[in-house]
C-alpha cells in the first residue's frame, strides 16, 4: 500500500505518526471548531507531548505573520507602489494577518509537531485503514 505523503498530511492537518487521523476537529474557518484533538483519532496518538507543549508553536505562530506580514507588504508595494503613506500598508498587513489567523493558529502546531519534535517519528505500519487504535 502507497505511504501518504509527508507534504499532503500536513497540509490537510492529519497525525504526524500514522498521517491519517485529524489533528483537528472541523474546519479552520469553522467557527468555535478550530480546536486540537487530545488523541488521534487513527492511531492514538497523544497530541500535546508534555503540559504546556505547545506554547512553543506561539514561536512558530510569530515567524508565520513575519513571513505573512512581508508577503503582504510585498504585494501591496507592487499593486499599489505607494510610497507616501504608512498606513495603507498597516491596514493591509493588521487585516491580512487577523483574517489568516485560524491558519497560523493550526499550522504552527502542524509544524511543531512535523518539524520542530524530535520525539514524533512517523511509523509506515500506521498508515493503513484497517489501523486499529494504539494508545
Known amino acids: 500500500?502507497?505511504?501518504?505523503?509527508?507534504?499532503?498530511?500536513?497540509?490537510?492537518?492529519k497525525c504526524p505518526r500514522c498521517r491519517?487521523?485529524?489533528?483537528?476537529?472541523?474546519?479552520?474557518?469553522?467557527?468555535?471548531?478550530n480546536k486540537i484533538n487530545e488523541f488521534?483519532?487513527?492511531?492514538?496518538?497523544?497530541?500535546?507531548?508534555?503540559?504546556g507543549y505547545f506554547y512553543a508553536a506561539m514561536y512558530v505562530s510569530y515567524a508565520l505573520n513575519v513571513m505573512y506580514a512581508g508577503a503582504l507588504w510585498t504585494g501591496t508595494y507592487l499593486?499599489?507602489?505607494?510610497?507616501?503613506s504608512p498606513w495603507l500598508y498597516i491596514a493591509v498587513i493588521l487585516g491580512g494577518c487577523f483574517l489568516?489567523?485560524?491558519?497560523?493558529?493550526?499550522?504552527?502546531?502542524?509544524?511543531?509537531?512535523?518539524?520542530?519534535?524530535?520525539?514524533?517519528h512517523y511509523q509506515p505500519h500506521l498508515d493503513t485503514d484497517d489501523n486499529p487504535k494504539h494508545v
Open 1 to 13: 500500500m502507497p505511504q501518504t505523503s509527508k507534504s499532503w498530511a500536513m497540509l490537510h492537518a
Open 20 to 33: 491519517r487521523g485529524n489533528m483537528f476537529q472541523g474546519g479552520a474557518y469553522n467557527f468555535g471548531s
Open 40 to 51: 488521534c483519532p487513527h492511531c492514538g496518538m497523544r497530541f500535546e507531548i508534555e503540559p
Open 79 to 84: 499593486l499599489t507602489h505607494n510610497t507616501d
Open 100 to 120: 489568516l489567523s485560524p491558519l497560523t493558529f493550526r499550522y504552527s502546531r502542524v509544524f511543531l509537531l512535523y518539524w520542530l519534535s524530535p520525539k514524533v
